[in-house]
């Protein structure tokens, strides 16, 4: 434990960590952050944060000060530079990255398929609402925006250590196909209705980009083609609201059974 | 119809547009914007844009300078300058305000009511999945974001054209109480599940505040309180994706007494 105050812009670990504001650098060190008391509390009970960094005002310092982790202080003035957010809450944690890179793990579950997806804000309602709903698990192509983007991993209110998160090439969907999984795709232009739609046990529910839909490849791989029910003349609904919708039909659907 | 091209930085029409990107100067002027081909498009059938600003470069100038808007062409440097995106598409439509202050016209129907929504990407989502699922309208309290923040319009794809939109105190919800609407609120801590739930004719739902969750003047408005059931130590859904989820469960009722 150290308690001196890092005012200098080159120490080296104000310059380290600064440079995992940008997404080359985070690839390079496996290395990821997240700010805020309330997210780095609830990643304790999953994750420990190889490094965490707080202001020299920050509220709860005796606290963390006495947990076993690398904690630097920094100046006001220099943490700020560390954060993503406009208002810095005093705190940030960095992690290990979480994900995995093959799928050869799964055998069974339910996953949601990111097909490219691009918005960080978008990506972390998803894992949200994953975790919500109780499915097993979310593998995004290696198209899909960054996982650990700060405003996706803020989006994403601390769910992200609690789920497992897989980002692989989409060829490997071939992989749980050939194990039974079901590949189920959204689509506008028809397919089957998702009321009292039956899920299979072992499933891909694919989600498509913001602005193509879902991919050839995926449309390829798909077994079953599922709409919301909306109005006539509408475009789609977001991608984050309509992959809930699905996912909270399935969780119905686990609800109806065990009662 | 005048097809010269405006490249000074002084010129009227350039600096009034680019006061719109303004909040203050939208407010006092009643007028925001849309960017893009197929939001000006689609909104064509619903609003009739006061202006049009297009670029030099324009694809589609023809087009649009054969339609009877008050068009004015601008060279790139200048055009930049008037866009809220990182990748302007060349043309933006200038409209009035769409929303109403009084909710004195509703007689009957199925409202959202935003109490005090914040983000903008939220309530541009809940408002295409509210045009999605047929609800009658979107009220607002005073203290959600400007309905006309540019990120919000973009969240909306168009659908802000095409339902009716209010603007008031939340006093004012006594008023269609009074005329026998249902109130709802979503609250994690009690009161009836979702599904299966029956909704009365003429009713509001109310979505809290990304932060706060629903205020005390709403949670004594309120006669019933619904949740979403979902997995234990969950802090909550994103509120686009609850608020998604009761207009989906809404308009399925309506699909099953259509049948």
Chains 1, 2 share one sequence.
Do not use: W
């Not at 690839?27 to 707080?54: D, M, N, T």
């Not at 890179?101 to 490219?116: A, E, K, M, Q, V």
């Amino acid at each position: 434990m150290n308690d001196d105050v890092i005012k200098s812009r080159n120490n080296r670990y104000f310059k380290y960590f600064k440079s995992l504001l940008n997404k080359k650098n985070r690839q390079r060190e496996h290395l990821f952050f997240a700010e805020g008391a309330k997210v780095v509390e609830e990643s304790l009970e999953h994750e420990k944060p190889q490094y965490v960094a707080i202001s020299e005002s920050y509220a709860d310092k005796e606290n963390i000060l006495r947990q076993n982790f690398k904690t630097f202080i920094f100046s006001e003035n220099l943490f700020v530079n560390l954060c993503d957010t406009e208002n810095p809450q005093g705190i940030i944690a960095y992690y290990r990255f979480l994900h995995r890179n093959s799928l050869s793990d799964i055998r069974r579950g339910i996953y949601l398929f990111l097909d490219d997806l691009q918005d960080p804000g978008n990506v972390g309602s998803l894992i949200r609402s994953a975790l919500a709903f109780e499915i097993d698990g979310i593998i995004a192509s290696k198209d899909t925006v960054e996982i650990y983007n700060p405003k996706l991993i803020r989006s994403t209110m601390a769910s992200i250590f609690k789920i497992p998160i897989y980002v692989v090439d989409k060829s490997e969907l071939n992989l749980l196909k050939n194990k039974g999984f079901e590949i189920l795709t959204t689509d506008l232009d028809g397919g089957e209705v998702l009321y009292n739609q039956k899920f299979a046990d072992n499933a891909i529910i694919a989600l498509g980009n913001e602005a193509k839909g879902i991919s050839q490849e995926l449309k390829d791989l798909s077994d079953k083609s599922i709409y919301i029910p909306m109005a006539q003349n509408i475009d789609s609904l977001n991608v984050t609201v309509a992959g809930s919708i699905l996912l909270y039909e399935l969780n119905r659907h686990k609800y109806d059974s065990s009662r």
